[in-house]
């Protein structure tokens, strides 16, 4: 069986904020037809809250961006421990949706921390749902509506520079100038 081509994906990532401090984190997303940058949009999620999967949703719906065939992310969660369902906004969307991590994280360090947060339950939930961390082209994968040869095929397709996809290498580098004044760090 041939696989999709998945062009035009959005990746989103969120700013950097001080935790602990609560409220609104800025959330940038990056339309990009391969590895060039098309549309830039932005959003705000709740520190440590719940409406990821739906600020997400709605950011891509708003901006009638119909052209989107995938969506990206660095990690499961944003703002802290807002996990983003990824079946719920796959469905939502109608297209895949992929985490992509540098390093298989530490399940047992993350899940600890998240019994710390409200509504740790449902949040651990939606992790569950979310299925096994793969390896992938390099990288550690979750993945909602595309195979693991769709999500090879994606990767190398969207990444430039390193390792990590275009969308969300310029994602990172967007939320970080636009909060700090300077974007610091790797994506």
């Known amino acids: 069986m041939r696989s ?60 009638e961006l119909v052209h989107v065939r995938g969506v990206l992310m660095q990690g499961i969660t944003v703002a802290g421990f807002n996990v983003v369902d990824i079946n719920v906004l796959a469905e939502e ?22 019994e710390q947060v409200k509504s740790a339950p449902e949040k651990r939930s939606v992790l569950e749902r979310a299925g096994p961390i793969e390896p992938c082209a390099g990288l550690w994968v979750h993945r909602a509506g595309l195979s693991l040869e769709e999500g090879r095929e994606l990767i190398a397709r969207t990444t430039l520079h390193g390792a990590i996809p275009e969308p969300l290498r310029l994602a990172h580098i967007i939320a970080g100038g636009t909060t700090r004044g300077v974007s610091r760090g790797r994506a």
């Open 4 to 63: 999709r081509r998945i062009s035009n994906v959005i990746g989103f990532d969120d700013a950097p904020f001080e935790r602990g401090m609560g409220g609104k984190v800025a959330l940038v997303g990056t339309v990009c037809s391969g590895t060039r940058l098309d549309i830039v949009v932005r959003g705000h999620v709740e520190q440590d809250g719940s409406d990821a999967t739906g600020v997400m949703a709605e950011l891509v719906k708003e901006n």
């Open 93 to 114: 969307l109608g297209v895949p949706v992929m985490v992509v991590m540098r390093k298989r994280p530490k399940m047992q360090k993350f899940l600890e921390a998240l």
